[in-house]
């Protein structure tokens, strides 16, 4: 039993025993206890608050965990993998979307090479949403899935096909577990080239891959709900030149 335990720790697929409650209590729609009557923000604290409030940066880190984590499958299959990498300079090309990003800085989550088709570059851009926000009340969870990709694609997707000479993906993931239908395309995928070159069995290889995600998900689910969100003191003197604040002090 305590080898047993080891081994599924050391793959990330544990939960300590608050961890386990809470996602018990999640998975039947139950209250959980003590959490905080209002939020840092300034709002009542609930469930659906806690899983889309920016205050903490809870939300940023859910999405690079899942970014981090796709990005390092993906490096073991394809070459030139890079996260958020830099887009080509536009030198007055003109696209068919007006909501397409054209600023230097627009970057796409990740970059692999290979993936689809030799020596073409993939890009893609991870979202983990809440389909149970107000803003998603009167749509099917398919058409949560759909609106989300297309809204990605709107984005990204003519920049990338005509000055990148690349293709895009909307990995679209949900804090229900869920995953919208480019994503399972691009998952299936990702596994079948991992079980090639690892000669190993397909089905294993896409459900631990599966499951990593989503345990990581819904660890960072978790992180939302009960992390504690404070707002920026900007009273706090600024510390990032400790030497300058060793000398000012007399430390040194």
């Not at 830099?86 to 970057?107: D, K, W």
């Not at 073409?120 to 899935?145: G, I, M, W």
């Not at 997707?157 to 869920?178: A, C, K, M, W, Y």
């Not at 969100?229 to 007399?250: Q, W």
């Amino acid at each position: 039993k305590q080898w047993y335990q080891r081994r599924v720790r050391g793959y990330g697929f544990a939960l300590n025993k608050g961890e386990f409650r809470d996602s018990l209590l999640l998975r039947y729609g139950m209250e959980l206890p003590h959490l905080p009557d209002s939020c840092a923000c300034g709002e009542a604290y609930t469930i659906n608050h806690a899983l889309n409030c920016h205050v903490g940066g809870f939300i940023i880190i859910r999405h690079n965990t899942v970014r981090d984590l796709l990005a390092g499958y993906l490096s073991n299959v394809c070459a030139n993998v890079e996260v958020e990498p830099r887009l080509q300079a536009i030198e007055g090309e003109e696209f068919g979307t007006r909501s397409a990003l054209t600023g230097e800085n627009s970057r796409p989550d990740i970059k692999a090479r290979g993936i689809y088709r030799p020596g073409q570059h993939a890009f893609f851009d991870v979202k983990v949403l809440n389909p149970n926000s107000a803003s998603y009340a009167k749509l099917t969870t398919e058409k949560v899935y759909t609106n989300a990709e297309r809204a990605k694609r709107a984005l990204y997707n003519d920049r990338i096909q005509h000055i990148e000479r690349g293709t895009f993906t909307p990995l679209i993931f949900s804090v229900t577990g869920g995953i919208g239908p480019e994503a399972k395309t691009f998952i299936r995928i990702l596994c079948q080239k991992i079980a090639h070159k690892s000669q190993q069995d397909y089905s294993n290889v896409s459900n631990f891959v599966k499951c990593k995600i989503s345990f990581a998900i819904r660890r960072m689910v978790l992180l939302c709900i009960r992390g504690t969100r404070t707002k920026k003191n900007n009273n706090i003197v600024n510390e990032d030149d400790f030497e300058f604040g060793c000398f000012e002090s007399r430390l040194i």
